[in-house]
């Protein structure tokens, strides 16, 4: 006869019997019986209904544009804030963000951005022919956003793609070659580079509009042009050589208008004093004329007086300068001569 869980229990902490063990069973367990719950079907049906009528509700962001085709068609645009349109599949709405500037980046890929930084360079894009036949390493970023949102969705495919398919991507390569194309590699490498992202930009605009892409160019930037990494070494000498031609033009430069107005102004000084002298000589020679003529004048009213006049002005010009000795033919003995150099007195006073 089977015993129940408590009998087994009590004999086996007793200890008592020592015959077979009694068989066990684990008592039933049962489930209570949940009622079924009937609800119409006209009620789950208009619940259906609601949750897809409320499908309809959509929110466009401050930076979006709503556009809602109907059956595939564009129906209408909307504003920013909470909207709705006709439920999945009389009505579809789309929310592109128009004010978000989105980038294309042509001849690398940014891995990580960092910091620090990490990217891979793109061959393929980046080596491209300048218009003298040489080659350039050029990595461009192209930035844009959406002007036209109808446009943007409808009017190409694939605009923004990550791949080398993308509408924008391949627009920008191929105005970026036709522009570097055009250039020297001089220009390219150096002082052309703003002139080049400014006809790149127009270029591209160009492209994007002639497909009605709805999209506007906001700036083509050059984050590197270089030669090639197999030459680059060999540019960079001639880079220096072109430094130290424009240095030494440059050092020619200034040491020459240092000179010139140095040069000019010894000139102006030389002529000025000629000019000085020049007119110093003739007032000194019609001074002299006057006199002359004055002197005539008066040799004609009273020639001996006037020659006399003239004999003793002239003395008094040159005796200083010439040396005389004093002779006292009377007295020989003592200091018969006396002479009258300048200094010669004193010496003879000394002796």
């Known amino acids: 006869m089977p015993m129940d869980w408590d009998e087994f229990k009590s004999q086996k902490s007793s200890g008592g019997g020592g015959g077979p063990s009694p068989e066990f069973r684990m008592p039933e367990f049962r489930m209570p019986k949940i009622p079924k719950l009937k609800l119409p079907s006209?009620?789950?049906?208009?619940?259906?209904?609601?949750?897809?009528?409320?499908?309809?509700?959509?929110?466009?962001?401050?930076?979006?544009?709503?556009?809602?085709?109907?059956?595939?068609?564009l129906n209408r645009t909307v504003s920013s804030g909470l909207n709705y349109h006709y439920p999945f599949p009389i009505e579809k709405a789309f929310t592109p963000k128009i004010t978000e500037v989105k980038r294309v980046e042509i001849g690398f890929r940014t891995i990580d951005p960092g910091p620090p930084a990490r990217y891979s360079d793109q061959p393929l894009e980046s080596l491209m022919l300048t218009g003298d036949e040489n080659m350039v390493d050029v990595d461009v970023i192209v930035q844009y956003r959406i002007a036209d949102a109808v446009k943007y969705l409808f009017k190409i495919r694939d605009p923004d793609t990550k791949d080398l398919s993308g509408t924008v991507r391949l627009a920008s390569e191929a105005a970026i070659r036709q522009i570097i194309g055009s250039k020297p590699i001089d220009e390219a490498l150096t002082t052309g580079k703003g002139a080049i992202q400014i006809r790149t930009m127009e270029t591209i605009q160009k492209i994007l509009d002639k497909y009605e892409s709805g999209i506007r160019v906001v700036a083509v930037q050059l984050q590197d042009v270089t030669p090639p990494k197999e030459v680059i070494q060999a540019f960079k000498d001639v880079a220096s050589a072109r430094e130290d031609k424009n240095r030494l033009i440059n050092e020619a430069q200034g040491y020459r208008n240092q000179?010139?107005?140095?040069?000019?102004?010894?000139?102006?000084?030389?002529?000025?004093?000629?000019?000085?002298?020049?007119?110093?000589?003739?007032?000194?020679?019609?001074?002299?004329?006057?006199?002359?003529?004055?002197?005539?004048k008066e040799y004609k009213k009273a020639p001996e007086i006037t020659k006399k006049r003239l004999y003793l002005e002239m003395m008094k010009e040159v005796m200083p300068s010439v040396d005389k000795i004093v002779i006292d033919q009377k007295n020989q003995n003592v200091l018969p001569i006396l002479p009258l150099r300048r200094g010669s007195l004193s010496k003879e006073l000394s002796k």
Request: net charge positive; aromatic share 10%; hydrophobic share 50%.
């Open 42 to 73: 006209t009620f789950v049906l208009l619940i259906i209904f609601i949750l897809w009528l409320m499908s309809g509700i959509f929110s466009v962001g401050p930076d979006e544009q709503g556009i809602v085709l109907r059956f595939g068609k």
């Open 259 to 296: 000179v010139i107005p140095e040069t000019r102004g010894k000139v102006a000084q030389i002529l000025r004093s000629a000019e000085a002298y020049a007119e110093t000589k003739i007032r000194q020679a019609r001074g002299d004329a006057s006199r002359f003529l004055a002197t005539l």
